[in-house]
């Protein structure tokens, strides 16, 4: 079993940044991914940004240029930076980890606003 925590998220206006932190309660170093997914009022959970375990990084289009998505093994903590946010942003943001194949944990999520 693995336990995410999510920190960082807050109120924020349009332009400015966040970081968000996921923090997991063992080693994240064989992951085969994590991930940050967000959920708006009245829309389905999508995904936002995802690093394999090899280091590769995705992006939703509507993120891209925007956000960047690390990994401290370490610290056993993944990072969103959120930078140019935008209204549109505005979602209950949630850490994914995939240890392997068919197994996948979440956290129970942060809220990021951004006002216009």
């Known amino acids: 079993q693995v336990q995410l925590v999510e920190s960082g998220g807050g109120l924020v206006q349009a332009g400015g940044s966040l970081r968000l932190s996921c923090a997991a309660s063992?080693?994240?170093?064989?992951?085969?991914?994590m991930g940050w997914y967000r959920q708006a009022p009245g829309k389905q959970r999508e995904l936002v940004a995802i690093?394999?375990?090899?280091?590769?990084?995705n992006y939703a289009d509507s993120v891209k240029g925007r956000f960047t998505i690390s990994r401290d093994s370490a610290k056993n903590t993944v990072y969103l930076q959120m930078n140019s946010l935008k209204p549109e942003d505005t979602a209950v943001y949630y850490c994914?980890?995939?240890?392997?194949?068919?197994?996948?944990?979440w956290g129970q999520g942060t809220q990021v606003t951004v006002s216009s």
């Open positions: 994914n980890a995939r240890p392997r194949i068919l197994v996948e944990y």
């Open positions: 063992g080693s994240i170093s064989s992951f085969n991914a």
């Open positions: 690093i394999t375990g090899g280091g590769n990084t």
